[in-house]
């Protein structure tokens, strides 16, 4: 299975903006794309260095942020939706 | 959308102007995101210039990585050796690439690579001052470009850096041989030396990557030969990418010199600038070679079972559904949807490091070296002639 260009397809905007942000280490290659995007919500943990959520459910303002690290994750695994 | 079979261009082609897509790559992207083209052995394959196409592609499981089938593509002759074929990670697919890049994450991850900033500064800045000290002129490439990676990686892998004449020429001579017999050859000499290196790290453990995973041979996850090899991807692909990356970024600001302005005044953060650097010169021109396992169809085309697939990250990386004026070098555009690091499972697992090499290189280059310019015209720049690495033969400067 392919998956689309982008990933699925950004969630549409909840009321309050807040949103839940998931990763799936099994698949995370540790790239850092994730980090180096929203330090805020991502971490790499020390001894695999794979991704670790900091913030689940950021507030608002790290949404942007988020949903380009969702973008960019070359391993597809970042998902976000409403909280 | 159809694909001309009967027209594919030769590829790849050198590059004259430094930072400048040869002309026959822009033909190909302006007449669609996937086209046939033909290798150096006759070989027609597709040729991917569509950011969203190439993700979309180096998503797909049924793309394979192993160099040792006949259907993977052959770039360059010398790249047909087996020390090229038989590549651990690079050229392994899922499940054993995932059990050789895990062992590895952890060794590369962002705050690893930024607990190193300050020793790469120590190493830079010793580089600038023996650059001063024997001034007003040096080669950038021989004085600076080589030594910062080599003298990282060196470091980092465990790997003494009294060797480095020999490690660099042979890491040289496996990326840019010109026949396989070289490349051959090459790759011998590093596998034994490194063979060796490791054996020495299985009683006395360094304190470099190589000490530091010899417990999983021990622990029997993988065997000394197995380390030995992932040490010698990781020392091929950690020196010549940012070797031929730092000059190709230097000739790029100089030849826009307001571009130049805003990066030493700071207006522009450095990040934001080495990674429009990474977009603009996607200095390894493709950013990966795969074949597929079984049809795959995209956007109303099917790429065949057995078929060959090279993606373009020079062009990729100019995709004008992504970059508005693509074309044109810009520092303060920070856009990461560049594909210069590759994407999906094989994505570069040195590029935190990378970054912050060229971070340091950039930035402390122009701090220390007020004045700095090129020593000959930039008409008399050479771009190498051997290998698919894009890089400069030499830069002499002048401050
Ligand atoms: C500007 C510098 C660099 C560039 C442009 C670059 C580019 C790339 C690209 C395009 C790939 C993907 C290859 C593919 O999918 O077939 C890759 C993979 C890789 N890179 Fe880099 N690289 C750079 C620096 C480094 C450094 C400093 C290291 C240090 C260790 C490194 C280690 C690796 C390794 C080990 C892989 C294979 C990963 C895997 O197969 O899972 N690279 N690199
Ligand atoms: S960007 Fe994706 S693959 Fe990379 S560390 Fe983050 S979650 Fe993992």
């Known amino acids: 299975m392919t998956r689309a260009a982008d990933g699925p397809a950004p969630v549409p905007s909840p009321d309050n903006g807040r949103i839940r942000v998931r990763a799936d280490r099994e698949r995370c290659i540790g790239a850092g794309l994730c980090v180096l995007t929203a330090p805020e919500v991502f971490e790499h943990d020390d001894d695999e260095g794979l991704v670790i959520i900091l913030e689940a459910t950021p ?25 | 959308m159809s694909v001309d079979l009967e027209d594919a261009p030769s590829f790849p082609v050198p590059r004259t102007v430094p930072y400048q897509p040869p002309e026959s790559y822009r033909q190909i992207s302006s007449r669609g995101p996937l086209n046939k083209v033909t290798l150096w052995d006759k070989r027609r394959v597709w040729l991917v210039t569509g950011y969203a196409q190439g993700r979309r592609l180096l998503s797909d499981p049924k793309l394979s990585a192993d160099r040792t089938r006949q259907e993977y593509p052959t770039m360059a002759p010398h790249l047909g050796a087996q020390a090229a074929r038989k590549l651990v990670l690079v050229g392994e697919d899922p499940p054993i690439h995932d059990i050789h890049r895990r062992l590895l994450n952890p060794e590369f991850s962002l705050k690893k690579a930024r607990a190193l900033a300050p020793r790469i500064q120590e190493l830079v800045d010793g580089l600038i001052d023996d650059m001063l000290a024997a001034g007003p002129t040096a080669d950038l490439v021989q004085s600076y470009a080589l030594p910062i990676p080599s003298l990282v990686m060196s470091e980092l892998v465990g790997v003494p850096y009294e060797d480095h004449k020999f490690f660099q020429a042979a890491t040289a001579g496996v990326m840019q041989a010109r026949e396989p017999a070289e490349t051959e050859a090459a790759g011998a000499q590093l596998a034994q030396y490194l063979g060796t290196l490791v054996e020495r790290n299985l009683t006395e453990p360094g304190d470099g990557v190589i000490g530091r995973l010899v417990h999983y041979v021990q622990a029997g996850t993988i065997t000394a030969a197995e380390l030995t090899q992932l040490s010698m991807v990781l020392m091929i692909a950690g020196l010549e990418t940012t070797s031929s990356m730092i000059p190709l970024g230097v000739v790029t600001l100089f030849a826009h010199p307001e571009q130049l302005a805003a990066f030493i005044s700071g207006e522009v953060p450095v990040q934001t600038a080495v990674e429009e650097l ?12 795969r074949w597929v396992t079984d049809d795959i169809e995209i956007d109303d085309v099917v790429i065949r079972a057995g078929d060959g697939i090279v993606v373009s990250s020079t062009m990729v990386n100019r995709d004008e559904s992504v970059h508005a004026d693509p074309h044109v070098f810009d520092i303060s555009r920070g856009n990461r949807q560049h594909l210069t690091f590759g994407y ?13 090499q060229l971070e340091t290189a950039y930035r402390t280059l122009f701090a220390r070296i007020p004045g700095l310019r090129l020593a000959v015209p930039f008409e008399d720049l050479r771009m190498r002639s051997s290998g698919t690495m894009q890089g400069l033969e030499s830069l002499p400067v002048t401050w």
């Open chain 2, 278 to 289: 990474l977009r603009y010169l996607a200095v390894t021109d493709f950013a990966a070679v």
């Open chain 1, 59 to 83: 507030a608002a303002h790290h949404r942007d942020n988020v949903e380009l690290a969702r973008r960019l994750c070359p391993a597809g695994v970042i998902s976000v939706e409403p909280a």
């Open chain 2, 344 to 356: 999906g499972i094989h994505q570069c697992l040195g590029q935190n490091l990378a970054r912050l």
